[in-house]
């Protein structure tokens, strides 16, 4: 899936800072370099879920230039 303007225009942080990642519960989409969308996921805490390398999908994702878009839904 190409990610539309809607996507393209939300907050964007870059795998290699995801410490800037909100601490709050969203909807993120991680979109690489070509805005292909990768992946669409959930979390209660957005910023915990990408902390570290631990994540699952981390090691898939690192060697491209990936971005963390985050819909907040407070």
Do not use: C
Not at 27 to 40: F, G, K, M, T
Not at 50 to 67: A, D, E, P, T, V
Request: net charge positive.
């Amino acid at each position: 899936m190409i990610a539309d303007s809607f996507l393209l225009n939300l907050l964007k942080v870059s795998l290699a800072t995801k410490d800037n990642l909100p601490i709050f519960s969203g909807i993120y989409y991680v979109v690489d370099e070509q805005n292909l969308v990768w992946y669409v996921g959930k979390a209660k805490n957005i910023r915990n879920r990408w902390q570290g390398k631990s994540y699952h999908r981390f090691f898939n994702l690192n060697h491209r230039k990936i971005i963390i878009s985050q819909f907040i839904t407070e």
